[in-house]
């Protein structure tokens, strides 16, 4: 028997005025595995996570999210879906803890969690410096503790490993082993190929919107 589909992508294509950004795309990705999103900047990449997110619909095509249609229940995959964007935004001028405190309480999770999800990516809970004096490493993993809060079924990673050191990278790697060792579906977009290469199991390329074989 094959597994559960988490994504359903048929000859899907999103248009943003006379330039498409993505054209006739399909593919499948089973319940517990990574794809690796490759392309140069302008590819599509960035376009597919958000269509994936609901923050965006297709011009064509269906698209299927953990078993629901994309087009008519948003709300319930927000719910099922986390996403690793460029921008993180966190708050500034709170601490790590209580940055992840106040996504504890829109979940309706308890404060142990947050206190939790902000130690398991080896940042110190007691630590009450804003969030703005972080190092990009700092912050990156920050960013990540919040998917180990909301625990989502399916989770979008946009250049996770951007602006990071070697150590920093190996943080990364180390979540996102984590993730996946959690049984997360992963969606992971990047242009350091090794890396994402160790962490999954399909890949997906992308040039000028269309899937090309790499």
Request: proline residues 4%; charged residues 25%; contains cysteine.
């Amino acid at each position: 028997m094959s597994a559960p589909v988490a994504l359903d992508v048929q000859d899907v294509s999103k248009r943003f005025g006379a330039h498409w950004a993505l054209a006739r795309l399909s593919f499948q990705l089973p319940r517990g595995g990574a794809l690796l999103l490759t392309g140069h900047n302008g590819s599509g990449k960035t376009t597919l996570l958000r269509l994936i997110a609901t923050s965006l619909q297709p011009s064509s095509g269906k698209l299927t999210v953990l078993g629901l249609d994309a087009a008519t229940a948003q709300e319930e995959i927000r719910a099922r879906v986390g996403l690793l964007s460029h921008a993180h935004f966190l708050y500034e001028d709170l601490s790590a803890l209580e940055n992840l405190e106040v996504l504890a309480r829109l979940l309706g999770r308890p404060a142990s969690a947050a206190r939790d999800a902000v130690a398991r990516v080896r940042l110190d809970p007691r630590d009450d410096r804003p969030v703005r004096f972080y190092s990009a490493g700092m912050r990156k993993r920050l960013a990540l503790s919040r998917l180990f809060l909301k625990a989502p079924a399916l989770a979008l990673l946009d250049e996770p490993f951007g602006e990071l050191d070697p150590e920093g990278i190996a943080d990364v790697e180390g979540a996102v082993t984590e993730l996946r060792a959690a049984g997360i579906t992963l969606v992971l977009a990047t242009h350091q190929i090794r890396q994402g290469q160790g962490l999954c199991d399909q890949r997906l390329h992308l040039e000028t919107g269309r899937s090309v074989s790499a």
